[in-house]
């Protein structure tokens, strides 16, 4: 599909990530539906299952659902408005997340024409640690990069050196 390369940073800072924790061996539960990213992970011979686009607010079936060992969840939890139950739902012992950090000199995103297209948290990256930790969940891994953007403003300077994605990779602790 991309013939090697990625659409952007983020795919292949992503990519790097996952190939670092797993074996093309998991079969993995993608929170969302099938996207760009699900595609290349199943290009790079991961097995990967994707949701339908149930609201994961309301109904978590799919996390129960076929037999998965790692769930990840690139780009969703900001627009959930309770991933403390998701978090607490997932089935597999394997867990990667990404999100884009909160910015102070952004406002939170929000689409005016698609209501699935919100960002309902703008996390810090301690808020998704915490979350995490909450929910029974140990961080492993965790990185940041930004993400320059080729215009000119104080944005796309302060972009330059802020920080704007994070991704973890964690694991379910099991209380004996």
Do not use: C
Not at 26 to 37: M, Y
Not at 99 to 123: G, V
Not at 149 to 172: C, H, M, Q, S
Request: charged fraction near 30%.
């Amino acid at each position: 599909m991309y013939e090697k390369t990625f659409p952007n940073k983020r795919f292949k800072h992503t990519l790097d990530f996952l190939n670092k924790h797993i074996t093309t061996s998991e079969t993995i539960l993608d929170l969302g539906v099938e996207n760009p990213f699900s595609k290349i992970m199943k290009e790079e011979g991961f097995k990967v299952l994707n949701t339908t686009g149930e609201d994961l607010d309301n109904d978590q079936a799919a996390l129960q659902g076929e037999h998965y060992t790692v769930t990840t969840a690139f780009e969703i939890f900001e627009h959930l408005l309770n991933p403390y139950t998701v978090l607490q739902n997932i089935k597999s012992d394997k867990l990667f997340i990404s999100i884009p950090l909160r910015l102070w000199f952004s406002p939170a995103y929000r689409s005016k024409t698609d209501m699935w297209d919100r960002h309902y948290h703008e996390f810090e990256d301690w808020q998704l640690d915490w979350l995490l930790e909450k929910t029974g969940w140990k961080i492993i891994d965790r990185q940041k990069w930004t993400n320059p953007v080729k215009k000119f403003g104080i944005r796309p300077l302060l972009r330059r050196f802020t920080n704007r994605y994070y991704i973890v990779y964690a694991e379910k602790i099991h209380n004996s």
